[in-house]
């Protein structure tokens, strides 16, 4: 089945995955029950061009890459990647992301962080290697992508693009 054919077979929960402004953790955990994060990787890069654009920060800037996996149970539910300027965030939400594996949005929600998030694009594409070894498909099965921005006092606070395997939220459509 083609890629096209498959984004106009998306269940509602594929929709609402998609779609969401609200916290994808209280999605998740509505579907699944508790929803662990578990953090791959978490390090301080220097903006280039195209960072530095999508974050509207200088180029050479700090920004914070944080890659996690959301699990609920032994399942991979979501794998996430967040771009962060350093310079927008303050110690304490800091110190949360650096040394916690714990998400954004609760993160934000225990803070009191005033926000709201920005859909820029979302679509359906193949797993390929590395997302079918996370969420242990086939590399030619479809995934979710989402990309939005979590913006504050204008500006944009991060960045984050989002992975959800589509057999995984095979809800039936009504």
Not at 27 to 38: C, T
Not at 85 to 102: A, M, N, S, T, W
């Given at each position: 089945?083609?890629?096209?054919?498959?984004?106009?077979?998306?269940?509602?929960?594929?929709?609402?995955?998609?779609?969401?402004?609200?916290?994808?953790?209280?999605?998740?955990?509505?579907?699944f029950?508790?929803?662990?994060?578990?953090?791959?990787?978490?390090?301080?890069?220097?903006a280039?061009?195209?960072?530095?654009?999508?974050?509207?920060?200088?180029?050479?800037n700090?920004?914070?890459?944080?890659?996690?996996?959301?699990?609920?149970?032994e399942?991979?539910?979501?794998?996430?990647?967040?771009?962060?300027?350093?310079?927008?965030?303050?110690?304490?939400?800091?110190?949360?992301?650096?040394?916690?594996?714990?998400?954004?949005?609760?993160?934000?929600?225990?803070?009191?962080?005033?926000?709201?998030?920005?859909?820029?694009?979302?679509?359906?594409?193949?797993?390929?290697?590395?997302?079918?070894?996370?969420?242990?498909?086939?590399?030619?099965?479809?995934?979710?992508?989402?990309?939005?921005?979590?913006?504050?006092?204008?500006?944009?606070?991060m960045?984050?693009?989002?992975?959800?395997?589509?057999?995984?939220?095979?809800?039936?459509?009504?």
């Amino acid at each position: 089945m083609k890629f096209e054919e498959i984004e106009k077979k998306l269940s509602p929960v594929h929709r609402i995955l998609l779609t969401t402004d609200g916290s994808v953790t209280s999605v998740l955990e509505a579907l699944f029950g508790q929803v662990e994060v578990k953090t791959e990787l978490q390090k301080v890069i220097k903006a280039g061009e195209r960072v530095a654009s999508l974050l509207e920060i200088h180029k050479g800037n700090n920004v914070n890459m944080r890659v996690v996996i959301l699990r609920a149970g032994e399942i991979n539910t979501t794998y996430a990647v967040s771009l962060t300027p350093v310079e927008r965030i303050e110690p304490e939400f800091r110190g949360y992301i650096l040394k916690e594996d714990i998400s954004i949005g609760r993160i934000m929600k225990r803070l009191k962080i005033e926000s709201r998030r920005e859909l820029r694009n979302y679509s359906v594409v193949k797993a390929g290697k590395k997302l079918s070894r996370i969420f242990r498909i086939s590399p030619d099965e479809a995934v979710l992508r989402r990309n939005y921005n979590i913006i504050r006092e204008k500006k944009i606070m991060m960045n984050i693009t989002e992975f959800f395997p589509c057999s995984l939220y095979k809800f039936n459509k009504k």
